[in-house]
């Protein structure tokens, strides 16, 4: 039941702009966003809840398809400091997160 | 407000050893869990807690233990460390259902 993450990888240059997909095959009541950069822990980017309520930090937009289960986080007008790795975890009513495989974004000057 | 510690930041195992990975948090958070990250992987639901002495297993359970006596401490037991266990280990907490997850820093734990 873990999540699915697409693209694997993402190379841009800065000021580009990207979209990451998080797909689950079960009914889900929360999706969550981190970003995780090397040796470090995961950062809280945002958070969409069933019956669409969003909590994050502003400059970062999400969208969460509840009839299709799955998640896309938006990325516009890429800075150096959004690199790293973007994990989605989601939960479907029973408290557990479980978390893809995350997407390597890697910006370019 | 530290926030959620967690000690020790590394440490060195041998096979069959065991140790116990400690984590605590001051934001009187009910949720707390425990994941594991292989290198160049994503994160793996070890246990989770929703409440002071209520535990249940996450993704990959096996060889490892918890328990939660009180609010702010979340620890995790390993028994009989085996190298398949050699992995970054993050402790989070968060208020209840639907919010903010908090890391801890981690421990880096190698069994050789």
């Known amino acids: 039941q873990q999540p699915v993450q697409s693209p694997q990888a993402v190379i841009l240059r800065e000021g580009e702009d990207a979209v990451i997909n998080c797909s689950s095959s079960?009914?889900?009541?929360?999706v969550h966003w981190y970003r995780q950069k090397h040796g470090e822990a995961p950062v809280f980017l945002m958070i969409l809840l069933k019956g669409g309520e969003q909590k994050g930090h502003e400059k970062i937009s999400a969208s969460f398809n509840e009839k299709k289960q799955q998640s896309s986080l938006y990325l516009t007008a890429s800075q150096l400091s959004y690199s790293g790795t973007y994990f989605c975890g989601t939960e479907g009513g029973d408290d557990k997160i479980i978390f893809g495989k995350g997407t390597r974004l890697h910006i370019l000057p | 407000n530290a926030g959620v510690t967690q000690t020790p930041k590394f440490r060195i195992l041998k096979i069959g050893q065991s140790m116990t990975l400690q984590c605590t948090q001051d934001m009187n958070h009910n949720y707390m869990y425990w994941y594991r990250q292989d290198p160049g992987m994503g994160l793996k639901l070890i246990y989770y807690?929703?409440?002071?002495?209520?535990?249940d297993k996450g993704e990959v359970p096996n060889g490892y233990n918890v328990s939660r006596s009180t609010t702010e401490d979340f620890p995790l037991r390993l028994e009989l460390a085996a190298p398949s266990q050699t992995s970054v280990y993050f402790c989070a907490s968060s208020t209840q259902r639907g919010e903010t997850q908090y890391f801890g820093p981690g421990t880096r734990l190698l069994v050789l």
């Open positions: 079960k009914a889900l009541y929360s």
């Open positions: 807690s929703v409440g002071a002495g209520i535990t």
